[in-house]
């Protein structure tokens, strides 16, 4: 259970985090650089990956129960690391939990750093599940109305990541058919609408010949977290404890992108919350 100290969670308490694989872990990477301090437990749950083609109601049900497990575990934040679940379950989640921790998703902090910009054309690609909700769009036009936004499913690109092609033929072959689509032609700046695609960055980029600019939410998503622990008086300030990793099944390549975003060895156990 989280423990309160006047009805706050402690200082100490860590971040919690998940997302359907290792798509997380670029926010989990970006929370590491910006607030190196903070103790994070993660959760991907990798088996039932992609999330992106499952219905709203199973990522309600996946997200509310890896809530809990976190919770279990006294997180002071619970973090949607994922675009999937932040589209279908964030509503619920906060209607939920919200009186017993605080919960951030990755798409509000996003549309409120565009509100800063002056883009009139937007593109935004994602899951099936993201896209078709219309959440970016929706969001987007109601804080900067009159801006332009396409929007695209990217659905192969998980997969794709996950089964480790990032820097090769089949992968810039999928980036570019997929990138290539004509509604995004004219747009001045690019959302990665999946926590999985900053992997890719750099190949997306690449197809736009670096003229567009790359929107990436693990730095935006890193600061509102740094912003909101301010606001809350709950930034670490005591001796950080190791992270901890939790995957719903074991994936060799999400030992690999972990060991890459998080240097050597890391504590990862397969934790069965679904039997
Ligand atoms: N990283 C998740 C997201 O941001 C991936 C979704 C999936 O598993 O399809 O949507």
Redesign the pocket.
Known sequence: MVIFLNSQPLKAQPIGIF??????LTVAHAIKQILPGESLIYFG?TA???????SAESIKQYSRKITEFLLERDAKVVLV???????SAFDTLKEEYSDRTILID?IDPVVSYLATRNYSRIGVI?????ISSGTYEAKILKNTPGTSVVSLAT?LL??MI?EGFIFDDISNAIIRVYLSDPSLRGIEALIL?????PIIRNQISKIFNFSVDIVD?ARIVAETLRQTLEQNNLLSTGKKVNDQFFISDYTTYFVKIARMFFEGEIDLRKADIWS
């Open positions: 997302d359907s694989g290792v798509g997380g749950d039932h990956l992609p999330y992106g083609d499952k690391a994922c675009n999937s679940a932040s589209a990755v994602g899951t099936k599940r993201t659905p998980v997969p996950e609408g999946c926590t999985h695609y939410s």
